[in-house]
């Protein structure tokens, strides 16, 4: 499998100064929330062949792994990391496969990551819920896994103060937004999930995940440093809220000319109803969350 790219095409922009030569392996990591549905939608409309993290099992692709593993070709792979089938720990073979593909995709490629404004992100999150629990009560969507689903209507209700599950759906009343935010993280935090509150470091280190993960619940003060990987060109944060001339430039670079202008237009938004809030009136709430999810604005503040 390689990628369908016209290299006589693609217009190196002096203005920005792209001079590497294109990655021949890409790991386009799918960051929840930040658009990874329009730039799937992208990558099928421009017929660019690649990867999807959802379709990669240790046990079923051999030979797609070790095509992955051994880089003599050009691959680019898609996804949310953690969809990757992982061998159960009785198949050692297996599993240290899959640990050496997760090494190359982190360490032996070009890493492309959208982010966006942490808060914004949270927010999202938090009505993302939302939404899908009032789909499923309306029944426009019954398909999504039931275990997930029973863990977001218990923390609507939670958050909500409501003791029954209403009939016709949640409701966060906008007025309250900030309240509603430090409720949620702080019963996001009471739970074993988490994943909410550091979703893009969850994906941009998901091989440390569980060394981070302890250190969140711990209160333990770290920090994460993107600079070095993207000064050597591994590594590509874009803010998917905001294009950027520079960010544009760089996603055609590596995925062929117009690929940022079409992406622009692929806009898909699942969280529904989502209040517009003056960013003014949430500062509290950001140097509170910032305070303990620092890792989180690191990165956004890495993206070009």
Known sequence: MSL???????????????????PRQIFFIH?????????RKTLLSSEIDFIGTETID???????????????????IF??????????KEKKELLSIYLKLLNILYTKTTIIMASRDPVDLFRSWMHYYKTRVNNHIEARNTNFEPSKLSG??????ELTGLSQIPSNGFWLDPLKESDNLYKFLEIIESSSFLMPAWSQTHSLFFRERFTIRDKLRSKEKFHINC????????????NSSQYTDYARAMLDEYLGKDFSNKLHSTRINRSKNKPLVDSQSLENFEMHYKRDYLCEF???NCAK
């Open 31 to 39: 960051n929840a929330k930040c658009g990874g549905q329009a730039v």
């Open 4 to 22: 369908k790219f016209d290299y006589q095409s693609i217009e190196l922009i002096s203005t920005f100064k792209i001079l590497r030569e294109m």
């Open 298 to 300: 690191e990165i956004f």
């Open 152 to 157: 977001m209507k218990k923390i609507m209700l």
């Open 79 to 88: 996804g949310h990391p953690g969809d990757i089938k992982i061998p159960s």
């Open 227 to 238: 600079i070095n990987k993207i000064n050597s060109g591994d590594l590509f944060i874009y």
């Open 58 to 76: 240790v046990e079923k692709n051999i030979d797609l792994l070790q095509m992955l593993i051994e880089k003599k070709s050009d691959w680019l």
